[in-house]
């Protein structure tokens, strides 16, 4: 159970003799965060991905765009994404599927060496034609911690769209206990700070037995 | 206290003060100004698609704790002129 929860953030206040909401991030339950954010160019690739990535396979976000979703002041290049290992025809007709909507793979052009570097546990990268940076890096889940995070992923719901992203206590244990470089934990440290009023200690600890157990 | 410990205390106090402004302003108005670091460093970027994949693995090689623990910049250079 979370132990404290916000229930609102949306505030009113009167300008100008007119009543304004304040629309703030807001930590609906324990499933659901709404923010209505102004979309970044990484958010926009997020969106346009996932829509046709979720017509063949669940999925969760991880790393550092969690992070930066929730509002750490950085970019990045890539969004790492999670899914469950699918099967040659549906990956293939994921690949094509993305190709339609103006995307194309950076690793490999063709769809076998795309499903081999998955199977051999290697990430893929699709970006938009043309383009390098932003991309999306996939790869299957291969660890407790990855299975853990698809099973309990999170709803982040966008103005105009939604997105499923990891637990935020595995983020932060994962970022502390087990990337640690600088940049990781700075990212932990806001997930800290913007959750902190909803973050589940025990949820952190047995978080915490969980990647000593693998790493 | 040394450069890189004050460093690090100065970067804490800043994200520190940046998530309770997230935590109290209107998501438009923080992200508004998120989205200018964002939208900026991903605009501004060039590179091949050769560089970036060579430069991601010389990373997955430095996360898994290998020999390239010492790469310098020089290094770097080196490694993309000889692709």
């Known amino acids: ?215 | 206290m040394t450069f890189t410990k004050e460093n690090q205390k100065e970067r804490y106090r800043f994200i520190d003060q940046w998530a309770e402004y997230v935590r109290t302003h209107d998501d438009k108005d923080w992200s508004r100004q998120q989205n200018i670091i964002i939208n900026s460093c991903l605009r501004t970027a060039s590179m091949t698609k050769e560089e970036y994949l060579a430069m991601k693995t010389i990373e997955d090689e430095m996360k898994a704790g290998k020999k390239v623990k010492k790469f310098t910049q020089k290094d770097a250079v080196k490694y993309l002129k000889n692709l």
């Open chain 1, 1 to 215: 159970m979370r132990t404290s929860m916000r229930k609102t953030s949306i505030k009113h206040e009167i300008v100008g003799g007119h009543s304004h909401a304040r629309e703030q991030m807001r930590f609906v339950n324990k499933t659901t965060i709404e923010i209505k954010r102004e979309l970044s160019d990484l958010d926009q690739l997020a969106l346009d991905f996932i829509t046709v990535l979720q017509k063949y396979t669940p999925y969760v976000i991880v790393s550092g765009y969690v992070s930066i979703l929730l509002g750490r002041a950085r970019a990045s290049e890539d969004i790492d994404i999670i899914t469950p290992k699918i099967s040659f025809p549906t990956l293939k007709k994921l690949v094509h599927d993305l190709q339609e909507h103006g995307f194309y793979c950076i690793n490999e052009q063709k769809d076998k060496d795309i499903f081999e570097c998955l199977t051999e546990g290697i990430a893929v990268r699709f970006a938009r034609k043309d383009t390098i940076i932003p991309n999306m890096e996939m790869k299957w889940a291969r660890t407790a911690a990855d299975d853990e995070a698809l099973q309990n992923a999170l709803s982040v719901s966008l103005p105009e769209g939604k997105l499923r992203i990891s637990p935020l206590e595995l983020q932060i244990v994962f970022k502390e206990l087990v990337l640690k470089s600088p940049k990781d934990r700075e990212d932990a440290r806001h997930l800290r700070k913007i959750a902190k009023e909803y973050l589940d200690a025990s949820q952190l600890q047995h978080y915490k037995e969980l990647v000593h157990d693998i790493h």
